[in-house]
């Protein structure tokens, strides 16, 4: 899935707002990955996923787990470190 503002999603502007506000919050996103998840689950029968989250998807799929851990099989979070620098490897 895309988040909100992000990726092939609608977003209110290609680089969201210019006085510093996030393009979505968190809860925003983790209610959607909620949607997902329920989606899947109705579609396949299975109770539990697997989540992989990228970059700033890492920290919403496991703030995601934190809240229905009971809906999470596996997480994998891939680069989500923020203010590394710039030789670290990924």
Known sequence: MDARGYGGS????QDGSQDGQPLVRSDAVVRDIAAVVDAIQ?????SKVALLGWATGGHWAGMYSSR???DVSHLLIYNSLYGA??????
């Open 10 to 13: 609608s977003r209110g502007g």
């Open 42 to 46: 109705a579609r396949t029968g299975v």
């Open 68 to 70: 229905n851990p009971d």
């Open 85 to 90: 620098h710039s030789g670290h490897k990924n």
